[in-house]
């Protein structure tokens, strides 16, 4: 066979593979439009809500005035990249809550209206009370960025009440999240890397036990920088009158023999050193079942029920002494 042909073949070679790449890449953007697909659906939450942050510990925030229908929810945000609409300016007598977590607490798969931060601001206003609930829930965070968000960003929202909504996560040591070029333009790519993940990592609750025993070691890196973060927030929090909460999530994955008790007795003990009022929720959740909390099949972040159940049992936590 001459050179010429080869490198005809090849050429026919790698145009047939570019046109098959860019067909798989279009069949996949169809299908994924039912946005039913939760690896899908963040991924474009990251291009689509997010923006690449100036401040290194952060590596990512909110964009301002930014909007999307992500898994067939609405999600917008305000001025200050937090979700929902405008915030008023400081008034007197008017409670400002200012609300620090991650997708949880943004409410990811859950309308604006019924997450539990929207819940609890009619609550409060129904019971005469001139409150203003603020969500700065940020997917992929950790309690170190939802602290170094407040003080970068929400510091001049001047809230008299601060939440930190705390999961499993807040004390893993997160890197950057940039990815590369592939991954932050392709559903074919992320599609992929979801699927070797899946067999790569470790899977089952076992794996996810012995997982997050090292991470709430007390010499675990992310462990220590999550109470420092949570130090610093509370240093300021007493210095300026600010009331102060922690509020512990529960895994959802099981309920009925919730296997992370450990992690959830070592933030009491956190709060508690540092003056945090504490409220544990898994005892709110019960021993419901995965299907009936889950925002959908796959995605275990709580449902519209489960912003309910928070909200009804964090409301006594903001209007008792």
């Not at 007197?92 to 620090?100: C, K, S």
Request: charged share 25%; proline share 6%.
């Amino acid at each position: 066979m001459s050179v010429k042909s080869v490198a005809v073949n090849l050429c026919l070679v790698v145009v047939s593979l570019a046109v098959g790449l860019v067909a798989a890449e279009g069949v996949l953007r169809l299908k994924n439009r039912s946005m039913r697909n939760y690896a899908i659906e963040m991924w474009r939450y990251g291009h689509e809500i997010k923006a690449d942050s100036d401040d290194p510990v952060l590596d990512h925030e909110q964009a301002r005035n930014a909007s999307a229908v992500l898994q067939g929810v609405a999600i917008r945000t305000n001025e200050w990249g937090m979700r929902g609409g405008p915030v008023p300016s400081p008034a007197p007598g008017q409670r400002r809550i200012l609300v620090l977590g991650a997708s949880i607490t943004l409410g990811w798969g859950v309308a604006e209206d019924e997450t539990f931060t929207a819940r609890l601001e009619r609550r409060l206003r129904e019971a005469g009370e001139n409150a203003v609930v603020m969500n700065a829930g940020t997917a992929n965070f950790n309690a170190v960025r939802s602290v170094e968000l407040f003080f970068d960003r929400l510091e001049p929202t001047e809230p008299t009440d601060i939440l930190v909504h705390y999961f499993l996560r807040d004390a893993e040591a997160l890197g950057p999240e940039r990815g590369n070029w592939l991954l932050r333009n392709s559903e074919l790519a992320v599609t992929l890397w979801t699927v070797a993940q899946e067999y790569l990592e470790p899977r089952g609750e076992a794996s996810l036990v012995d997982h997050y025993r090292a991470v709430y070691r007390p010499d675990a890196p992310g462990f220590v920088a999550a109470k420092a973060a949570l130090k610093r927030l509370a240093d300021y929090a007493h210095a300026h009158g600010i009331r102060l909460y922690l509020v512990m999530v529960p895994d959802i994955h099981n309920l009925r023999d919730y296997p992370f008790g450990f992690a959830h007795a070592e933030m009491a003990e956190v709060a508690r050193e540092l003056g945090y009022r504490y409220l544990d929720l898994l005892p709110s959740f019960g021993s419901l079942p995965p299907e009936k909390l889950w925002a959908l099949p796959g995605d275990p972040h709580p449902n519209a029920l489960g912003h309910r159940i928070m909200a009804d049992a964090i409301y006594p936590l903001l209007t008792t002494e």
